[in-house]
């Protein structure tokens, strides 16, 4: 999203795959990422770029891997940045975007997100999408059998396991955890345990220890690795937010 964002407060929830930063001086090129966004400006309007056109809105929501650049003007600006695939995700995409790049976001849901994000204590991603996105499956419906895997790899200190051992642990085959894994999340198994350990290494940085340090203990090969996979997946570089970052608060998708 940003090479150099002022944050002032950032929560990453591992329940929903998804970041929520609040902060102001987001000022960037033109880019691309992974995730569906959404924009709200706390402190007035921000300009927003994309298809050409420059104009400034109360909020916005950026479809997937469409190209585009917000420039905060120095204001207070809240960022949603959520995996497409998950349901609330396509909920909000059906809602709003169709086929289209972007949409403004309409005036009364911007109020109310607006109104969530501007609480002394930064509200969890779940309760920001749920306010665009009222009716999409709660994290609480899947599968037992999906719920269970999810918690026991949530605990894994580096988050890797191979297939087969998952798979013999639920007592099923590898094929149908991997096509029910999916079908109850949204996303890979692979995608999910890699978003698990961009977390812990995001979390772990911004605790004060190094991005090297926090790239090993999370599992990646290098700063590198990680810097390009957050870039990937989100479009921020977590050494520029953990540099810039004046105080951070990362909980789960329980708002904890």
């Keep these: 999203m940003t090479d150099a964002p002022h944050i002032s407060g950032l929560r990453i929830s591992r329940e929903d795959m998804s970041l929520l930063i609040r902060g102001a001086a987001i000022d960037v090129a033109p880019h691309r990422h992974h995730a569906l966004q959404i924009a709200v ?24 891997e469409a190209e585009h650049r917000l420039d905060s003007l120095g204001r207070d600006v809240a ?12 909920a909000t995409r059906e809602r709003f975007l169709g086929g289209a790049s972007f949409a403004p976001l309409p005036a009364g849901d911007a109020e109310r997100l607006r109104a969530l994000c501007q609480q002394a204590e930064l509200p969890s991603p ?49 094929s149908r955890l991997t096509h029910l894994f999916r079908q109850e999340t949204g996303v890979s198994l692979r995608r999910y345990l890699l978003w698990l350990r961009l977390g812990d290494a995001m979390t772990r940085a911004l605790s004060g220890v190094s991005l090297t340090e926090a790239a090993h203990a999370a599992g990646f090969s290098d700063s590198a690795h990680l810097s390009r996979t957050c870039r990937d997946m989100f479009g921020i570089n977590p050494q520029a937010v953990a540099r810039h970052s004046r105080f951070v608060q990362a909980g789960n998708g329980s708002g904890t």
């Excluded at 298809?51 to 109360?58: H, I, L, P, S, V």
């Excluded at 960022?79 to 396509?90: F, K, N, Q």
């Design 41 to 64: 400006g706390l402190s007035g309007p921000f300009r927003f770029e994309c298809g050409g056109t420059a104009e400034m809105y109360d909020g916005v929501i950026v479809a997937p």
């Design 79 to 90: 960022v949603l940045l959520a995996e497409p695939e998950l349901a609330a995700s396509r």
């Design 126 to 174: 779940a309760q920001a999408l749920a306010l665009v996105a009222p009716g999409a499956r709660p994290p609480g419906a899947l599968d037992p059998r999906i719920a269970a895997l999810q918690e026991k790899l949530r605990a894994l200190p580096e988050k890797r396991a191979t297939l087969g051992e998952l798979a013999a642990a639920l007592g099923l085959s590898e």
